[in-house]
């Protein structure tokens, strides 16, 4: 698949067989899976699993995840969409980053390059995202992008035995329009799965 998204210093595509062995690396450590109902990684066979699935999704236009990969030091993590509601164009982002990149210009720049891809690519209205009120540093991560944090979804988030609280931020179009994110120059490669242009 050739769909590739390309900002100042970051490139984001969908995993591939080959970046198993970077994922594996980058979420083997427990602190970056945390708040995660998966993980951390011991074996190569998880982020394989996880590549494999992600095929599927995106065939199915259930959840487009797209590797980071920073021009200088290689991948950073996962960002995506997914919770797709073609009728009121609204998804969900989510992101996760190896700690090594955890407070750099990794998360503003990816979260502006997968705005660019919901809101002008696929024609999305809103774009929604997820912070365990725990995770402060999360929590800060999309307030400090623009994303406005509307409430708490009690009990919202399966974790093991416990359920768990969540956070629910939103930014719609017209927002997105007005922040610096929508500044960040965005080159799309290709075009998105044809699953996801329903909205378009």
């Not at 024609?123 to 995202?129: A, C, E, K, V």
């Not at 629910?168 to 044809?194: D, H, K, N």
Request: glycine letters at 10%; aromatic letters at 10%; one cysteine or more.
């Amino acid at each position: 698949m050739g769909f590739s998204l390309t900002g100042p210093s970051l490139t984001l595509r969908p995993p591939q067989p080959d970046d198993a062995a970077a994922l594996l690396e980058l979420a083997s450590d427990s602190e970056v899976t945390r708040w995660f109902s998966w993980g951390p990684y011991t074996e190569i066979e998880q982020p394989l699993a996880y590549i494999e699935r992600c095929a599927g999704q995106r065939e199915r236009g259930e959840q487009l995840d797209l590797l980071i990969i920073d021009h200088e030091l290689g991948p950073a993590g996962i960002t995506g969409l997914s919770e797709f509601n073609f009728r009121d164009r609204r998804c969900i982002v989510g992101t996760w980053l190896g700690a090594d990149f955890w407070g750099t210009h990794v998360n503003r720049e990816s979260k502006a390059m997968v705005a660019h891809l919901g809101f002008e690519l696929l024609g999305m209205n809103r774009i929604g995202s997820y912070s365990n009120p725990q995770n402060e540093r999360s929590t800060s991560a999309l307030e400090a992008v623009g994303y406005s944090r509307e409430g708490v979804l009690r009990q919202w988030h399966r974790h093991g035995a416990r359920y768990l609280d969540v956070n629910i931020f939103g930014m719609l179009r017209e927002e997105w329009l007005a922040s610096e994110q929508a500044e960040i120059e965005v080159v799309s490669e290709g075009t998105p799965p044809s699953a996801f242009l329903q909205a378009s």
